[in-house]
């Protein structure tokens, strides 16, 4: 099996983007090698823990109206080609993504990360729901087999705050600037949302060396 580790943040529109044509790929290939696991990267670190107007943000964070819409058409344009439905508009805030993060580490710990991941990309990109939200993190946990009871103590808890931000700062510090990035059997980065035609080849690849490793080169017999 071959690790495949994915930095990512829920409220980014390419992780959406890439993970759909990762999964396409898999799809495709049933007997692919990765196990994958689900990293954390925040888009927005300073953003405040009750989030901000998105609107306001996107203007704030482009210099303007005009350039915001301008990046969210090319966006929106990746997503339908992609076949991928955004529902920009419902999308009211921008939250704080450290506690969806936390989420998706104890969903790991359950063997659910990435139902979980799927449930609040969901939740953001097409329920327009705020996942910042804890009672909104704690629903989604209940609906993907988490208990949410649980799930909501830890969230009003510190818990693994400190491991969240320090492996956040781990990334920058290895070069890591946007998501998603993939990184491959631990040392082949893989930046942005690749097409599905690109990771069909990797996991190809991957498969022919396996293949190649395991049966060993050919050998004359002796007389």
């Given amino acids: 099996m071959v690790k495949l580790d994915i930095l990512s943040d829920p409220i980014c529109p390419w992780c959406l983007i890439g993970k ?3 999964e396409r790929a898999l799809e495709a290939r049933p007997d692919h090698p990765f196990v994958i696991e689900w990293h954390p990267f925040q888009l ?7 989030g901000a107007d998105r609107r306001t943000y996107l ?4 210099g303007g109206k005009e350039r915001a819409v301008q990046i969210y058409s090319r966006i929106a344009g990746h997503a339908d080609a992609a076949g991928i439905e955004i529902n920009f508009e419902g999308i009211k805030r921008t939250p704080n993504t450290l506690d969806a993060h936390r ?10 990360q990435h139902r979980v991941v799927a449930a609040l990309m969901r939740a953001y990109f097409q329920e327009g729901r705020d996942i910042g939200d804890r009672d909104t993190l704690a629903d989604i946990a209940d609906n993907e087999g988490l208990d949410a ?30 998501v998603p990035t993939f990184i491959v059997a631990g040392k082949h980065a893989v930046p942005g949302a690749q097409s599905t035609e690109v990771w069909l080849r990797v996991i190809d690849e991957i498969m022919a ?10 050998t004359g017999g002796q007389d």
């Fill in 20 to 22: 759909a044509q990762l």
């Fill in 44 to 50: 927005n670190p300073d953003m405040p823990p009750e």
């Fill in 59 to 62: 203007e704030e964070k482009f």
């Fill in 103 to 112: 989420l998706i580490h104890w969903a790991g710990i359950e063997g659910a």
């Fill in 149 to 178: 009871a649980v799930i909501r103590k830890l969230l009003d808890s510190p818990a693994d705050t400190d491991d969240i931000r320090a492996r956040d700062i781990a990334a920058r510090e290895m070069g890591v600037n946007s």
């Fill in 209 to 218: 060396q396996e293949n190649a490793s395991v049966t060993g080169p050919e």
